[in-house]
């Protein structure tokens, strides 16, 4: 059997995993690379942290290059620009490179275009990539010199609400941190149909909860609603239409294909690649809605453990464990995670 080509786009999460996992799966036999833009691995969830000088960008990444030639995969700096699915080749800005099996894990992309005012040169921050969460910092040092309202908001069609509503708790508590909690009015602007939605149809006593936590912590919530547009210190509000979810809900609200499940359809991607090569049957098989949901939502100094067997609804179970072991957690799964994916460790939970 001729040695087989797998190449993977991207190198974060999901890539990063599957080139390992799939070398791993084969002992090393089959030629793995990976084409990504980005040349370092980005833990993403703790950007949540960065623009209140909590991690710098060093603390949060690492070179992708070392992890993967220790791992015997080929790593390419460059960034996929076309696919020809039937020649099996994909151009990019580093050349053309076929494959016989390929894996797409190129990840998220904001969509500015959902809100005019948002995005580069607009009126508000992202902290969704590492160049967005620096400029939140800078933000977020100019709001200190002269404080003033904050809204902090979850677009129309968004999917990952955790991070936002972290990122909200987060910024209650560097308020009150800062000394400024009481003149700051705080404000949060959902497209969910009711608090603790999460994109994933709420879970037991989750609306209850976060109602509890925003009312302790004099959050204003505005739910349930599209933004119109952003002005200079203006968010105007109005309503979407709804697009296609497992559910409806009066403003569209996405799914969110966060690290975990990331990481799963990653392995199944490279079980399916090796039992192919292997000459089996692709059999490996796990729909969306059944990856359990596993999430420590982060409030500071506090926070929320999500645990459910299935992602989406019908579910057996569903918890949400508040308190602060859940930011411990967070703190200790940061350094777990980014030592687990360095050192190639893809089977490790
Ligand atoms: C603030 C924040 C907090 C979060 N918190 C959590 C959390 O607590 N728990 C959780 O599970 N998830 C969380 N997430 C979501 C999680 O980060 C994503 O689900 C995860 O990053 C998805 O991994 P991925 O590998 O699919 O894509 P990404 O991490 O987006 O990686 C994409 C990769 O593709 C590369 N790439 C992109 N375009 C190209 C191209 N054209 N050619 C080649 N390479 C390309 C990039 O350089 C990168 O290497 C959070 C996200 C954010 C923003």
């Known amino acids: ?26 002992h090393g036999d089959v030629d793995v690379r990976v084409v990504a833009a980005s040349e370092e691995f980005l833990f993403n969830p703790s950007l949540i942290w960065l623009p209140f000088g909590k991690r710098r960008p060093a603390d949060i990444t690492f070179p992708l290059a070392p992890t993967f030639e220790s791992h015997g995969v080929d ?10 699915l039937d020649g099996r080749k994909v151009t990019t800005t580093g050349g053309v490179y076929d494959y016989d099996y390929l894996v797409i894990a190129t990840g998220y992309r904001n969509n500015f275009d959902v809100v005019p005012g ?15 969460a620096i400029k939140a910092g800078e933000g ?19 999917g990952c609400f955790g991070a936002a ?19 700051v009015k705080l404000t949060w602007v959902s ?13 037991p006593h989750g609306e209850a909860l976060l109602s509890m936590f925003l009312k302790k912590e004099h ?18 509000l109005g309503i979407a239409v709804a697009v296609d979810v497992p559910w409806q809900t009066p403003t569209p609200v996405g799914i969110p294909k966060t690290g975990f499940p990331a990481e799963r359809m990653a392995h199944v991607a490279a079980r399916n690649i090796a039992a192919q090569i292997k000459g089996e049957p692709p059999a490996s098989r796990k729909p969306f809605g059944d990856i359990p949901a596993v999430c420590v939502m982060d409030a500071g100094n506090n926070g929320v453990i999500i645990l459910a067997d299935k992602m989406l609804p019908p579910r057996k179970h569903g918890l949400l464990i508040p308190g602060p072991q859940a930011h411990a957690m967070k703190l200790g799964f940061e350094k777990y995670f980014l030592w687990k994916t360095r050192h190639g460790y893809v089977g490790l939970p």
């Open 1 to 26: 059997m001729s040695r087989k080509k797998v190449l993977v786009l991207g190198g974060n999460f999901a890539g990063l995993t599957a080139a390992l996992a799939v070398r791993h799966e084969l």
């Open 219 to 236: 959050i204003t919530p505005v739910m349930s609603t599209a933004m119109d547009h952003v002005d200079e210190g203006r968010l105007v």
């Open 191 to 203: 497209s969910e149909p009711f608090l603790g939605h999460f994109g994933i149809g709420g879970l």
């Open 140 to 158: 977020w040092r100019r709001f200190l010199r002269a404080p003033g309202d904050i809204v902090v908001g979850a677009t129309q069609g968004a």
């Open 118 to 132: 948002l995005g580069p040169g607009g009126n508000a921050y992202t902290i969704t990539t590492l160049e967005d």
């Open 165 to 183: 509503y972290e990122y909200l708790f987060n910024l209650s508590h560097q308020l009150r941190k800062a000394g400024l909690k009481r003149q």
């Open 75 to 84: 790593f390419v700096h460059a960034e996929a620009t076309a696919l020809d």
